[in-house]
């Protein structure tokens, strides 16, 4: 009996201990932010890391006034496109902006820091999910999306972001879109949000190794190489119905590529209305409110955006350089310009064509294509 009660006792000093150590000492270590506004704790598997929110640690029960989108070019971060984004979730500058959900399949937590202390958003926060992501895994993460007021996707791969066509998560997106929010995207992030995605698929698959991009310089001499891939309705959006973006879009010179996707893609369906192509350049937004009207957001001087349709009679031969005339071009660069994606026009700004013959150089005519010729003439919509 005595050895009975000492056993009991030395039980109960374990239990004791492990009380006073706030609980079972192989529980896994929690990590823990160490930066304001609040602490939150970092979770991490092997496929996803929902990093610390910041801001209010409950969920704002906005309503959200959009929808609307946010398309970036990339390069540096417009602040205007963000405060918009806001204002379009709250209704008004000093309402509050909801719930913002990063998402991103590479890098960090940049951005969070960055929009909590931008504007009043309730709270932010970024999901890293890799390729090897499972359907629990994207669930997970689309449970969180529900939640949001705004989801913003990062740059990098946008063939990562392709692989969640129709999926638990891409579902979850559209349904903050749907019920009044704001999606918006940058480079790889804004190439994944029209009808059509230039997904950069097999240019992955070409080469798992190394990076394979496509380029105009590459597209032109052989517009039907093989490691152009699209993507269709990743995402649906009324005002990019029809459309395909693209990004960089002047400092990487990627005109003559848009223009050969907008001709694959006609050449692949000849029943198919006609497409634009929206290639939006670097410290450039592009924001479109609920009625379908984009406005430009610049964040300095020099940004731009260009609309660019290719004659459906524009022939992709395999193998021959790509040659095409006439080219539509609309070209906004001016701060507040806006666009009408409703009827693909814009009252005020510069509309002139350019002709790519990839058989000569300079490839196109007149050689700069993103600069309005003295010819060109204000558009007036309809």
């Known amino acids: 009996m005595a050895r009975f009660w000492h056993l009991l006792f030395f039980v109960s000093a374990i239990v004791g201990l492990f009380a006073s150590m706030g609980g079972c000492a192989l529980r896994p270590p929690v990590h823990r932010a160490v930066r304001p506004p609040v602490l939150h704790a970092l979770v991490h598997t092997p496929a996803v890391t929902l990093y610390p929110r910041l801001g209010s640690p409950r969920a704002s029960g906005v309503k959200p006034r959009g929808p609307g989108l946010l398309l970036m070019g990339g390069g540096t971060t417009v ?109 790889a992030g804004l190439a994944i949000l029209g009808e059509y995605v230039y997904d950069s698929v097999a240019a992955d698959a070409a080469s798992p190794t190394d990076t394979v991009e496509v380029t105009t310089k590459n597209a032109i001499p052989n517009p039907s190489e093989s490691i152009i891939s699209f993507t269709h309705d990743l995402l649906v959006f009324a005002p990019l119905r029809r459309v395909i973006t693209d990004t960089h879009f002047v400092t990487r010179n990627r005109f003559g590529r848009l223009a050969v996707y907008l001709a694959r893609l006609q050449a692949a369906d000849p029943a198919r209305r006609q497409l634009m192509g929206v290639g939006v350049d670097e410290a450039t937004a592009i924001v479109i409110d609920k009625h379908g009207i984009g406005t430009l957001k610049l964040q300095g001087k020099g940004g731009s955006a260009l609309f660019v349709q290719v004659s459906k009679a524009t022939r992709v031969v395999p193998g021959k350089p790509f040659v095409a005339n006439g080219i539509k071009m609309t070209l906004l660069n001016r701060d507040g310009q806006t666009y009408d994606f409703n009827r693909w026009c814009a009252n005020g700004a510069p509309t002139y064509t350019v002709n790519i013959d990839g058989n000569r150089k300079p490839i196109y005519q007149p050689p700069n294509p993103y600069k309005a010729p003295a010819g060109a003439v204000m558009q007036r919509c309809p």
Do not use: C
Request: aromatic share 10%.
């Open 79 to 187: 602040d205007s496109s963000f405060l918009w984004m806001h204002d379009v979730i709250a209704g008004s500058r000093a309402g509050n902006g909801g719930d913002i959900t990063v998402l991103r399949a590479s890098g960090t937590e940049a951005y969070d820091d960055y929009l909590i202390k931008l504007a009043h958003f309730n709270s932010v926060r970024t999901i890293k999910i890799e390729r090897n992501a499972t359907a629990p895994d994207l669930a997970r993460v689309a449970a969180e999306v529900d939640k949001a007021q705004g989801v913003f996707f990062a740059g990098g791969d946008q063939a990562n972001y392709a692989r969640w066509k129709d999926t638990s998560l891409s579902a979850a997106v559209q349904r903050v879109y749907d019920r009044g929010g704001v999606i918006g995207g940058t480079s």
